[in-house]
């Protein structure tokens, strides 16, 4: 469409801000990064066999062992599940409790600067591989739940450290000044002044881990440290389809229980009580 | 099924309504002031009563099976290893590091890359407020926390029995974990927006998707790269364990060189996660902090 | 061209917004809507490019059924119409020019959309639309650094790059202070004289609708009470559309 561009309009149009050269720039390391990713796609075809397993796996998904789920022997879904369940809590409440000296020494409005030595610990104990801390431990209390527990207590130091440094760092000194300007005491501005801020945070966040811990305890039966994970592995290898259908529905449902929970409680924390 | 669920919400509310503690004062003047309930001695009960339930199956059990002092013998184990660990770091196993890391990180970034793209679009289709009248949103939600309830490691061993082992499935199983959270992330920031440029645009003849484009996106990208950083990271962490079950990177040479008891290559595989992690996340402290 | 016949439309909760309303715009009239907040004046307005559907009656937009769009031809239809809204609507994170050229997208290259990458044509006509409302120099500012004057331009703007044949205006200056109410109104009337583009506004401020507009149309409860030139508009009318008498919220310009 050739119409008479107005003159003032296209002098705007020559300034524009080029962002061109950034934009070139961030695209370009991208791409770059992604082509040097792709060695990693190398697909190994499938075969005979392996369409065969996929579909006794699909099968297997909608008709699992259903004994399994339904009985209350020491094998059975339902007592691994609770086991699973118990290690999450457990293990996030010894985790909460490591975490509070860790949190707090490393919260910049408490200790200044010195909180970046914390951090630093924080982030070490937060990228180490959690299988190696368990095989660490499963040397101290054998293979079995209470390992769970200590690995996913260690473990869990890691998050929940960080949520609560948010947290305390986010605490309004403006109570505090109010408390001082009425004569309290150190003792009464924490009591008073700190820690109704901080506890139903807290509390928020030990949920959330909760939920998360749930899935990483199904996960460590795996190398042996209890719960569902073991029977998980053991089925697949044995291909017993079945049983290890049930095992994950087991999973499905205790999980999506533990998240409906879960946020709904939080959501009641964060608008009262 | 529903039914069910119903009978026992309805009988917990009742069993909650006799345990919630309500109290009403009478002021001097006589108006009544009943104090909102309280669930704290409700929960703080609950909460302990399951305490001393798992706390006895698990851990008093295992007391009773092996003796409190043989524990306690066996925790110097856990620092012995630790201090192996720290003292005998073998640096020149790096050479044997390398490879393994780097394949770990192309997992992440690859599996964070494709996770994402198709999570956008499930996005869009799960929003609330986008796509008012359909049943999509529901549904999608749903699927979403079902996929959610696996971590990657058990899809990384699914799929180890169907595609053998190799990093294709620790790249399946990351894209399909990393599609199932972000997918979510990025639904709950959808819905928290203001929807008016979105109707201004579609009120100017434009599809749905369109206009998704033009007046949605740039409110929410911010946010979704952080997301997307943010998901990056746990990924990185992740697909350091996928190679247990074989999915590749340095998950099997550290299980190899725990059972080999070689503490001080263990400590050098940790040591180069670590220092991957940390470069990491300053990285992606900066790009967050260029992007508000 | 906007013809109503016997349209009423009742909303899902029972209440009635209008009941079996006629009327016809021809094209390149200046029609102000006004009446009480709840009279029905929104509902009007947003039934002409289908935001509401009608329960009852036929609505003619163009020589077209609004009641039987959809889909493609509902949106080539919205096309050819404009909007504008009291709470201005842009897109806040993004710049000016971006503003106007989403609402262009419909009409543009969809991968060129998806990347952001509109050509130097779009761009240029894009920022016509500006320079007719006299913001071009704000062009690539971020949308919502301007004020609440400017960020209605933009949107009017927005509307022009659709090259309409009618613009809505849904209380367009109602957030603006009197003096770029003022302005805005000066804008849609010469944009009214130079395009000859319908505009439909509705507005709460009697004196800015009958200094600006040439026809009124006052609405009090879902019914019309006066449809007619601005200038036969009598103060006894005035009160029988808005069943009370005039009020301070009623007038832009207090000092008349």
Redesign the interface.
């Known amino acids: 469409m050739m119409k008479t561009i107005n003159p003032s309009v296209f002098e705007i149009y020559q300034a524009r801000p080029k962002s061109f050269v950034r934009n070139i720039f961030t695209g370009t390391i991208i791409t770059f990064l992604l082509i040097w990713s792709l060695d990693v796609i190398n697909y190994p075809g499938i075969t005979e066999s392996s369409i065969q397993i996929a579909q006794n796996i699909l099968k297997a998904f909608v008709n699992p062992t259903w004994n399994l789920i339904f009985s209350l022997e020491v094998d059975s879904i339902p007592v691994l599940m609770f086991e699973t369940l118990g290690i999450a809590f457990l293990g996030t409440l010894l985790g909460s409790l490591l975490s509070l000296p860790f949190a707090f020494l490393s919260s910049k409005n408490i200790v200044g600067n010195f909180a970046y030595i914390g951090s630093t610990i924080i982030t070490i104990i937060r990228s180490f591989p959690f299988f190696l801390l368990a095989l660490m431990f499963v040397r101290v209390s054998g293979p079995g739940p209470l390992t769970g527990v200590l690995t996913i207590g260690v473990l869990s130091i890691g998050m929940i450290s960080k949520m609560y440094i948010e947290v305390i760092e986010d605490i309004d000194p403006g109570i505090l000044q109010a408390l001082d300007a009425s004569g309290a005491s150190l003792f009464q501005k924490i009591r008073f002044g700190i820690i109704p801020q901080l506890t139903a945070n807290f509390i928020s966040v030990m949920i959330y881990r909760f939920e998360i811990n749930v899935k990483n305890a199904t996960v460590l039966g795996i190398v042996g440290a209890g719960g569902i994970g073991f029977t998980l592995l053991s089925a697949m290898s044995a291909f017993r389809w079945q049983d290890a259908s049930a095992a994950l529905w087991g999973i499905i449902i205790v999980v999506l229980f533990v998240e409906y929970f879960s946020t709904k409680i939080r959501k009641k924390l964060v608008s009262g009580e | 099924m529903k039914t069910l669920c119903l009978k026992i919400s309805n009988f917990f509310s009742n069993f909650r309504e006799k345990l919630v503690i309500r109290r009403t004062m009478t002021l001097a003047d006589g108006t009544e002031i009943t104090k909102?309930k309280?669930?704290?001695l409700l929960s703080s009960l609950i909460i302990l009563f399951?305490?001393i339930?798992?706390?006895n199956?698990?851990?008093s059990s295992?007391f009773q099976r092996?003796g409190f002092q043989f524990?306690i013998t066996?925790?110097p184990?856990?620092f012995t290893?630790?201090n192996a660990m720290v003292s005998e770091v073998n640096f020149s196993y790096f050479e044997r590091v390398i490879d393994p890391l780097f394949?770990t990180?192309?997992?992440s970034?690859?599996g964070t890359?494709i996770g994402t793209l198709i999570a956008l679009p499930i996005a869009f289709l799960a929003s609330q407020n986008l796509m008012k009248n359909s049943k999509f949103p529901m549904m999608i939600k749903f699927g979403l926390?079902?996929i959610r309830?696996?971590?990657t490691?058990?899809y990384a061993?699914?799929f180890s029995?169907?595609?053998?082992y190799?990093?294709?499935i620790?790249?399946l199983a990351t894209i399909i974990f990393t599609f199932g959270i972000i997918s979510k992330m990025m639904y709950e920031v959808i819905e928290t927006i203001?929807l008016?440029?979105f109707?201004?645009?579609?009120?100017?003849?434009?599809?749905k998707l369109?206009a998704f484009?033009?007046?949605i996106i740039?409110?929410v990208i911010?946010r979704f790269y952080s997301i997307i950083l943010y998901n990056f990271e746990i990924n990185l962490?992740a697909s350091?364990?996928l190679g247990?079950?074989g999915a590749?990177g340095?998950?099997l040479i550290?299980?190899d060189q725990?059972s080999l008891k070689e503490y001080g290559n263990?400590s050098m595989i940790?040591l180069s996660?670590?220092v991957v992690?940390?470069i990491v996340?300053n990285i992606s402290r900066f790009i967050r902090g260029k992007l508000s | 061209m906007i013809q109503f016949q016997q349209v009423s439309k009742t909303y899902p909760n029972g209440v009635q917004a209008l009941k079996n309303v006629s009327l016809k715009v021809d094209q390149g009239e200046f029609v102000a809507i006004i009446g009480l907040s709840g009279a029905g004046k929104s509902t009007l307005i947003k039934l002409v490019n289908k935001m509401i559907e009608s329960t009852d009656g036929t609505l003619l937009v163009n020589d077209q059924n609004v009641s039987i769009l959809k889909g493609k031809n509902l949106r080539s239809f919205r096309r050819k119409i404009g909007m504008v809204f009291q709470s201005f609507n842009l897109i806040n994170r993004t710049s000016v020019i971006n503003n106007v050229l989403a609402a262009r997208a419909a009409d543009m290259n969809f991968f060129r959309t998806l990347f952001g990458l509109y050509s130097k044509d779009d761009k240029l006509q894009a920022l016509e639309s500006l320079h007719k409302v006299g913001i071009l120099e704000k062009a690539y500012i971020r949308a919502d650094q301007l004020s609440g004057g400017q960020q209605q331009r933009v949107a009017l703007a927005r509307t022009l790059s659709q090259n309409p044949s009618i613009i809505l205006a849904d209380e367009p200056v109602a957030s603006l202070d009197p003096i770029t109410a003022n302005q805005i109104m000066k804008d849609f009337e010469k944009i009214n004289k130079e395009e000859n583009i319908t505009i439909l506004v509705n507005m709460h401020h009697v004196d800015l609708a009958l200094k600006y507009a040439n026809r009124v149309i006052g609405i009090n409860n879902g019914e019309i009470i006066y449809d007619g030139p601005s200038e036969k508009i009598t103060e006894d009318l005035l009160k029988k559309i808005y069943g009370r008498d005039l009020t301070d919220e009623d007038i832009m310009f207090k000092d008349k």
């Open positions: 909102p309280s669930y704290t399951i305490f339930y798992f706390w199956l698990i851990v295992f092996f524990f066996r925790i184990n856990f290893i630790l394949v990180i192309q997992i970034i690859l890359f926390s079902v309830t696996f971590p490691l058990v061993l699914l029995f169907i595609f053998g190799g990093t294709f620790g790249l203001d008016g440029p109707i201004a645009i579609e009120a100017s003849g434009a599809s369109v484009r033009t007046s740039p409110q911010g962490r350091a364990i247990f079950v590749g340095i998950g550290l299980n725990m263990v940790v996660l670590l992690v940390i996340e």
